[in-house]
C-alpha cells in the first residue's frame, strides 16, 4: 500500500508562491487517485484539488481555481501543488492523500504540512 509523504510547507507573504510535493512510499500513485486537502483551524477539512490515476483528470475547490495547479510525475512518483496568488485565507495545514478507485474514500493519508501565508 501506498504512503503518501507531503513536504514544501513554509511561511510566505500574500501573493507569493510555494509548490507543494507529495511523494508515494511504498508503492506508485499510478495506481491510484491523489488529493490535496487542507484544514485551517476552527474549520472542517476541505477538498483542494484532485487528480486521477492516470494524471488526466482534475478537480479544483472554487476557492483555488486559477490559482493553484495540481500535477502528477509518474517518473518521479509524485504529485504536486502549485500554489500561485496566495491568500491568507489559503493558510492551512495541507495533506496529500490517496485512493485506490474513483468514489472511494481516501484511505491513504500523509502527515501534513504547514502553510502559513501573512498580509
Known amino acids: 500500500q501506498v504512503q503518501p509523504v507531503e513536504s514544501g510547507g513554509g511561511l510566505v507573504q500574500a501573493g507569493a508562491s510555494l509548490r507543494l510535493s507529495c511523494a508515494a512510499s511504498?508503492?506508485?500513485?499510478?495506481?491510484?487517485?491523489v488529493g490535496w486537502f487542507r484544514q485551517a483551524p476552527g474549520k472542517e477539512r476541505e477538498t483542494v484539488a484532485r487528480?486521477?490515476?492516470?494524471?488526466?483528470?482534475?478537480y479544483y475547490a472554487d476557492s483555488v481555481k486559477g490559482r493553484f495547479t495540481i500535477s502528477k510525475d509518474i517518473a518521479k512518483n509524485t504529485v504536486y501543488l502549485q500554489m500561485n496568488s496566495l491568500k491568507p485565507e489559503d493558510t492551512a495545514v495541507y495533506y496529500c492523500?490517496?485512493?485506490?478507485?474513483?468514489?472511494?474514500?481516501?484511505?491513504?493519508w500523509g502527515q501534513g504540512t504547514q502553510v502559513t501565508v501573512s498580509s
Open positions: 487528480i486521477s490515476s492516470s494524471g488526466l483528470t482534475t
Open positions: 492523500a490517496a485512493r485506490t478507485r474513483v468514489g472511494e474514500e481516501y484511505v491513504y
Open positions: 511504498g508503492g506508485t500513485f499510478s495506481r491510484y487517485g
